[in-house]
């Protein structure tokens, strides 16, 4: 499995189990688009164009989500990946997010070995994300709830 394939599993997967929570999750999907050759022409080879993958990420973020039901919940901007390197997602935040609205909450969502899914919470201003928990089998477990929302 290539990983872009294993990203947009993961992808998958976050929106799964946030959809399963309540949240109506809007993602950003990677887009074909046509390699272009100098001057401008559409490369072709084989007789075919050829084709790049285009990340569509908005603000640093694949998926988007918020609670119709419960509207004390705060509208959830998430990074999902698998990979570990932290330093790399914390700069692409604080490009995009110098601050955060009041009812509005900025993760990183990253897969781990073990199956489960450690949640990150980033704060404008602040020089590291901060630990909010992790899932194991669909249920968050913390003892620090989200800034504004209760324990679920």
């Given at each position: 499995?290539?990983?872009?394939?294993s990203g947009n599993d993961f992808q998958l997967r976050v929106k799964r189990i946030l959809e399963s929570w309540g949240y109506?999750?809007?993602?950003?999907?990677?887009?074909?688009?046509?390699?272009?050759?100098?001057?401008?022409?559409?490369?072709?080879?084989?007789?075919?164009?050829?084709?790049?993958?285009?990340?569509?990420?908005?603000?640093?973020?694949?998926?988007?989500?918020?609670?119709?039901?419960?509207?004390?919940?705060?509208?959830?901007?998430?990074?999902?990946?698998?990979?570990?390197?932290?330093?790399?997602?914390?700069?692409?935040?604080?490009?995009?997010?110098?601050?955060?609205?009041?009812?509005?909450?900025?993760?990183?969502?990253?897969?781990?070995?073990?199956?489960?899914?450690?949640?990150?919470?980033?704060?404008?201003?602040?020089?590291?994300?901060?630990?909010?928990?992790?899932?194991?089998?669909?249920?968050?477990?913390?003892?620090?709830?989200?800034?504004?929302?209760?324990?679920?």
């Amino acid at each position: 499995m290539t990983t872009r394939r294993s990203g947009n599993d993961f992808q998958l997967r976050v929106k799964r189990i946030l959809e399963s929570w309540g949240y109506v999750v809007h993602n950003f999907p990677m887009s074909a688009v046509p390699v272009r050759a100098v001057g401008g022409a559409v490369l072709v080879k084989g007789g075919r164009p050829v084709f790049s993958r285009k990340s569509n990420d908005v603000f640093g973020c694949d998926l988007v989500c918020r609670n119709p039901l419960d509207l004390k919940k705060k509208v959830r901007w998430i990074q999902a990946t698998r990979h570990t390197a932290i330093k790399k997602r914390l700069e692409e935040f604080q490009k995009h997010w110098t601050f955060t609205l009041p009812y509005e909450v900025v993760e990183l969502w990253m897969a781990r070995k073990d199956g489960t899914i450690r949640i990150l919470e980033y704060l404008p201003g602040l020089p590291e994300l901060q630990v909010r928990g992790r899932i194991v089998k669909g249920k968050f477990e913390s003892s620090t709830p989200i800034v504004g929302e209760s324990k679920s």
